[in-house]
Nanobody
Framework: QVQLVESGGAWVQAGGSLRLSCVAS????????MGWFRQAPGKDRELLAR????????YYEDVVKGRFAISRDNAQSTVYLQMNNLKPEDTAVYYC????????????????WGQGTQVTVSS
C-alpha cells in the first residue's frame, strides 16, 4: 500500500510562486506514474500535470501549461509541482496521485491519493 503525503501549500499573493512536494512510502515509487490534481470549493477535482515513472515524459493541462512544472526525484521518492505566476483562480486543495499506468491518471483513476495541501492565492 502506497502512502502519499503532500506539503508546501501556503498563502501567497498573486504573481508569486510555490513548490509543492509529495513524498511516497510503502511501494516502488520508481514504478509509478505520478500526477497533481486540485479541487477548488464547489468545483470538481481537475488534473493539472502528469509525469511518467522515469521522469522522461511530462504532460500538462492547458490551464497550467507554461506556469507549472512537474518533476520527480526517484531516489527521494518525491514528486514536485513548481507553480509560478500564481493567480487567485489557482486557489484550491492540491492533491498528488500515483498510478501504475500513466493513462490511469488522465482517466482520473489513480490507485493512490494523498490527503491534499491547501494553496490560497490572494489578489
Amino acid at each position: 500500500q502506497v502512502q502519499l503525503v503532500e506539503s508546501g501549500g501556503a498563502w501567497v499573493q498573486a504573481g508569486g510562486s510555490l513548490r509543492l512536494s509529495c513524498v511516497a512510502s510503502g511501494g516502488a515509487f520508481d514504478q509509478l506514474s505520478m500526477g497533481w490534481f486540485r479541487q477548488a470549493p464547489g468545483k470538481d477535482r481537475e488534473l493539472l500535470a502528469r509525469i511518467s515513472w522515469s521522469g522522461s515524459g511530462t504532460y500538462y493541462e492547458d490551464v497550467v501549461k507554461g506556469r507549472f512544472a512537474i518533476s520527480r526525484d526517484n531516489a527521494q521518492s518525491t514528486v514536485y509541482l513548481q507553480m509560478n505566476n500564481l493567480k487567485p483562480e489557482d486557489t484550491a486543495v492540491y492533491y498528488c496521485a500515483a498510478a501504475k499506468l500513466l493513462m490511469k491518471l488522465s482517466a482520473y483513476q489513480p490507485e493512490y491519493w494523498g490527503q491534499g495541501t491547501q494553496v490560497t492565492v490572494s489578489s
